[in-house]
Each structure stands twice: as C-alpha cells, then as structure tokens.
C-alpha cells in the first residue's frame, strides 16, 4: 500500500513535533508517543449533530496527549531523575508496537526516543503499512533490536530525499539519531520530496 504524501504527513504531524520540540527543549521527554496519542483535528465538522458540537471542541490542529510518564532530563542526565516519583521505576510503560531499541533493552531513554517514535509513526504514515505488527513479544523484540531499520524503503516505498532523514530517526543507536524533534522538523522541512 502506498499512504500520504510527505507534504501530507508533515502538515497533518507538524503541531505535534512542535509540540514535542518545545517539550525536547525545556528538558521533557515523552516516551510514550504512539497514534493513539495523537489527537487530529476533525475533518468532518459540518456532518456533527448540534449535541455534540455544543460540548468541546475538537482541535483544529493535531495535538499531543498523554505525557503520563514523561520524564525530566536533569543536568547531564545519565539515567532517570532521582525523586520521588523516579527512583524505583525500573520499567516505565510505553507502548511495544512504537517503541524504540533503548525502550525494548531496558536503557536510558531521552528525547531521541520520541524522535524515534515519530520515525515510525511517519514511515506508517507514509507506507500504509503497520511497522511492528507482531503481537509475539519476542518477535518484536527481535525487529525492534535490528540493525535493518524499519524505513520506507524497507516496504518498498521511494520517499525521495526524506529516506536518509527517516533513517536517521531510526538508528539503532540513540547517538545516531537527531538529538530531538526541533532537530528532525528542520531536517524533514528542509528535505520535503
């Protein structure tokens, strides 16, 4: 299957990397980035009956939920902040399916790893295709610790100038990756196919 277009995907993804960017940049990482908790604006306003337009209204841009288990990134930070809520959490929750190679070893996670899950939410966005479908946990392991990394090309879709950004999003390696999604927005502003 082909999905949208990059354009496409940037416009509709671009509030929530911002979003993100601006978490990244006071020191917040999310960690639990997935499209479930991403909430995009909706389309169909017009066809909504009266009751339910009269409660909230939906977002006009796509917004990020659910920072439940950000974390703090103090001085330096080797490892989670010290404090009441961050000393005995060994095994933070986050979701399988989007998780990153640092999420599935048990090391430290940072704002490289929500650039990670953007990588992947873009490359599904972008090939209509489930990344990581597998419900066997060890077969995720397994692809989610694999040098091949999970980018377009992978499923056989050409996304021109974007495929060495997405496959940098994606290393294996967290020091590898853009340091955070201001980083990777640049990157994918400057090289829209």
Not at 53 to 61: H, K, L, Q
Request: a negative charge.
């Amino acid at each position: 299957g082909r999905g949208r277009s990059p354009r496409e995907c940037l416009d509709v993804l671009r509030p929530v990397i911002d979003a993100l960017a601006t978490a990244h940049d006071a020191g917040i990482a999310h960690r639990d980035i997935k499209p479930g908790n991403i909430m995009l604006p909706a389309e169909r306003q017009a066809t909504r009956s009266r009751a339910v337009t009269r409660a909230a209204p939906p977002p006009s841009v796509a917004r990020v939920l659910d920072f439940g288990i950000a974390k703090m990134m103090g001085e330096g930070d080797d490892g989670p902040v010290t404090g009441l809520t961050q000393t005995h959490s060994v095994a933070p929750s986050f979701s399988p399916r989007y998780a990153s190679p640092e999420q599935a070893s048990g090391t430290r996670t940072g704002p490289w790893t929500d650039v990670h899950a953007l990588g992947l939410i873009l490359t599904e966005m972008l090939t209509d295709i489930a990344v990581f479908p597998s419900a066997d946990k060890m077969e995720l392991h397994v692809k989610v610790m694999s040098p091949t990394r999970p980018t377009p090309a992978q499923f056989g879709v050409d996304v021109g100038a974007w495929e060495p950004v997405l496959a940098r999003a994606l290393a294996l390696r967290p020091a590898d990756r853009y340091p955070n999604a201001g980083e990777l927005l640049a990157a994918l502003e400057a090289e829209v196919p």
